[in-house]
């Protein structure tokens, strides 16, 4: 089976982005399940009830999160109501929410999607090593696809995830960072994994957000808020081969593609 998975939707650019893309992505890589992080999606931080239905209508299946997942009022509501969406999973308990939940793709294979974040040069957050170990010790109950979405900033944190993770997951896959890194591997002969997917959003930006803006704040050292940029769109995403009655990977292949002039 395949499946197709989306780094970091920023702003409205991204979700046109991955609306326009789709059909060629579908037509090309025949993916059964597509996974997008979305937690930049609504003005390129935090998410509302209809930007998760915009990219839920584009023809993503699953949505994982983030730490700006919470960056709007509405996020509790739509993370309770929507049953195809995750937050990190090593939040509190009593959070809004869910970390974790299983998605049938179209092949018919149980796909198990687990999410969670770092704590290097993060919050502070419940250890996400144990759990992960946690949380996948309760999906291998259903399914032996799992694919994780580790949001974290740290490329040492992310490797050392992949490791701890190997053999007992589908994929790792790392997101926070918005930089498409080059180190996709098999590990294990199991574990498809990535430091980090990328983003998808506006190419005239910095990592999504508007050039002036940030150099703003680095030129001066004072905030700003934060604006999404513009201009044409980008992607990148990862699309992963998995034996779906072991759960191992086969293959992982970096994908980058344009939308609009």
């Given at each position: 089976?395949?499946?197709?998975?989306?780094?970091?939707?920023?702003?409205?650019?991204?979700?046109?982005?991955?609306?326009?893309?789709?059909?060629?992505?579908?037509?090309?890589?025949?993916?059964?399940?597509?996974?997008?992080?979305?937690?930049?999606?609504?003005?390129?931080?935090?998410?509302?009830?209809?930007?998760?239905?915009?990219?839920?209508?584009?023809?993503?299946?699953?949505?994982?999160?983030?730490?700006?997942?919470?960056?709007?009022?509405?996020?509790?509501?739509?993370?309770?109501?929507?049953?195809?969406?995750?937050?990190?999973?090593?939040?509190?308990?009593?959070?809004?929410?869910?970390?974790?939940?299983?998605?049938?793709?179209?092949?018919?294979?149980?796909?198990?999607?687990?999410?969670?974040?770092?704590?290097?040069?993060?919050?502070?957050?419940?250890?996400?090593?144990?759990?992960?170990?946690?949380?996948?010790?309760?999906?291998?109950?259903?399914?032996?696809?799992?694919?994780?979405?580790?949001?974290?900033?740290?490329?040492s944190e992310k490797v050392a995830m992949t490791?701890?993770?190997?053999?007992?997951?589908?994929?790792?896959?790392?997101?926070?960072?918005?930089?498409?890194?080059?180190?996709?591997?098999?590990?294990?002969?199991?574990?498809?994994?990535?430091?980090?997917?990328?983003?998808?959003?506006?190419?005239?930006?910095?990592?999504?957000?508007?050039?002036?803006?940030?150099?703003?704040?680095?030129?001066?050292?004072?905030?700003?808020?934060?604006?999404?940029?513009?201009?044409?769109?980008?992607?990148?995403?990862?699309?992963?081969?998995?034996?779906?009655?072991?759960?191992?990977?086969?293959?992982?292949?970096?994908?980058?593609?344009?939308?609009?002039?």
């Amino acid at each position: 089976m395949r499946i197709l998975f989306i780094g970091d939707v920023v702003g409205r650019v991204g979700r046109e982005t991955v609306a326009g893309l789709m059909p060629d992505l579908r037509e090309e890589h025949a993916p059964d399940l597509v996974i997008a992080n979305c937690e930049n999606a609504a003005g390129g931080l935090g998410i509302t009830e209809r930007t998760v239905r915009e990219l839920l209508g584009s023809g993503v299946d699953v949505l994982t999160t983030g730490d700006h997942v919470w960056d709007r009022k509405e996020a509790p509501k739509v993370l309770e109501t929507e049953r195809r969406i995750v937050r990190p999973a090593n939040y509190p308990p009593g959070t809004p929410g869910r970390g974790r939940l299983v998605a049938e793709a179209g092949d018919g294979t149980p796909v198990g999607v687990l999410s969670l974040q770092g704590r290097t040069f993060m919050k502070p957050l419940e250890c996400p090593f144990r759990t992960a170990a946690a949380e996948v010790e309760e999906l291998v109950g259903t399914t032996p696809v799992i694919v994780c979405d580790f949001h974290a900033e740290a490329t040492s944190e992310k490797v050392a995830m992949t490791e701890h993770l190997a053999g007992r997951v589908s994929a790792v896959l790392g997101t926070h960072t918005h930089v498409q890194t080059a180190d996709e591997r098999i590990v294990g002969g199991h574990t498809a994994a990535i430091t980090d997917v990328g983003m998808t959003g506006p190419t005239c930006s910095v990592i999504g957000m508007k050039r002036d803006v940030a150099l703003e704040r680095f030129l001066t050292g004072r905030p700003r808020r934060y604006e999404p940029g513009t201009g044409p769109g980008m992607m990148n995403a990862v699309v992963l081969e998995v034996d779906p009655r072991t759960g191992a990977a086969s293959s992982i292949e970096r994908v980058q593609a344009t939308f609009g002039e």
